[in-house]
């Protein structure tokens, strides 16, 4: 996983010209990109989330379309419509913006959910349908959506069947004061995000992407991984669970991050640290708990710290608790 480590090494260090502060979030990007699932960025205006995900696409070479959601966004706005062409007399397909490598749903929460949904054949299909006809979406297609917290005015809170196919969801922060002091010293003339060139292609992405589903895991991380995810299904507080599908983006994220990092097999660890930004976003909470206080982020680490780890001892694998 040598080739992994070394181009993944180059995108992080490119992406970081124009992100300060923001390792650990910028690789769980590229993670995500490697592991061909899709990220929902969540927080307060003004943070970075565009800057990054622009850097992003600079970075790997790849079409690269913005989509602003707004309340009076229609589907067609985005997967495109047939047109009638009086010259022809035919109806012509005219692509929306979803035709991308790298797609990036601005702000998707501030749209309807019927706009939302547009969007769920294409994230999970690889294509878009319109008027019976389907179309397909180019192979390093990556959608990349940023939200603002749902108690903010203007937003709508996305589907469950839309969250759940976000690969992961990860939140940015405010920048610590020196960070900030950095910010303001490389904007003093121009955007730095704006002069990055590509260190790598959209080629090149998908020939790692088939590198990483090389990955071993073995099977007592195997079985970690589906208890950490049966867990989320019967704990009290939770009134849906994650799906199978949050088992299987759980799976290719290990492969994709132990990838990142050198190696050429998953460690439960990497499960423990990908577990509550692939499982919380996709749990929905009993009511009586969400009045108590209680977040998916605290159920998913109390179900990591009860589920027994796989350990090495004598030369096999055993259980033993966190």
């Given amino acids: 996983m040598e080739r992994v480590q070394e181009i993944a090494g180059k995108i992080i260090a490119n992406v970081e010209r124009a992100v300060v502060g923001k390792r650990a979030e910028i690789r769980y990007l590229l993670v995500a990109l ?4 899709h990220v929902l960025i969540e927080d307060v205006p003004g943070v970075g989330k565009t800057t990054m995900v622009r850097a992003l696409a600079r970075s790997i070479d790849c079409t690269f379309r913005r989509i602003q959601f707004t309340p009076d966004l229609l589907p067609s ?15 012509t397909f005219r692509p929306g913006p979803i035709h991308s490598q790298v797609v990036l749903a601005d702000e998707i929460n501030r749209t309807s959910p019927k706009t939302q949904s547009a969007l769920l054949e ?32 203007g937003t709508f809170p996305l589907p469950e069947s839309q969250l759940d196919r976000f690969g992961l969801r990860i939140r940015l922060g405010y920048p610590r004061p020196a960070e900030e002091r950095e910010i303001l010293e490389r904007h003093h003339t121009a955007r730095p995000v704006d002069s990055l060139e590509p260190v790598t292609t959209a080629t090149e992405i ?23 995810v049966q867990a989320t299904r019967t704990h009290g507080a939770v009134y849906l669970g994650a799906s199978p599908r949050a088992s299987l983006s759980l799976y290719r994220l290990s492969q994709a991050l132990a990838a990142v990092l050198g190696r050429d097999y998953v ?56």
């Fill in 34 to 37: 490697l592991a061909n699932r």
């Fill in 77 to 91: 706005d985005i997967v495109g419509l047939s047109v009638y062409d009086p010259a022809t007399q035919r109806f």
């Fill in 122 to 153: 294409a994230m999970e299909e690889g294509q878009v349908t319109v008027d019976g006809q389907t179309y397909p979406l180019p192979r390093t297609f990556f959608v990349l959506a940023t939200q603002n917290p749902i108690e903010y005015e």
């Fill in 206 to 228: 998908l020939e790692l992407q088939q590198q990483v589903t090389a990955v071993r895991m073995e099977d007592s991380v195997k079985d970690y991984l589906v208890r950490v």
């Fill in 267 to 322: 460690l439960p660890d990497d499960i423990k640290q990908l577990a509550p930004l692939v499982l919380a976003h996709r749990l929905v909470l009993q009511p009586e708990a969400r009045w108590q206080g209680t977040d998916p982020e605290s159920v998913v680490q109390e179900i990591l710290a009860s589920v027994p780890v796989p350990v090495e001892q004598h030369g096999r694998r055993i259980f033993a608790r966190p």
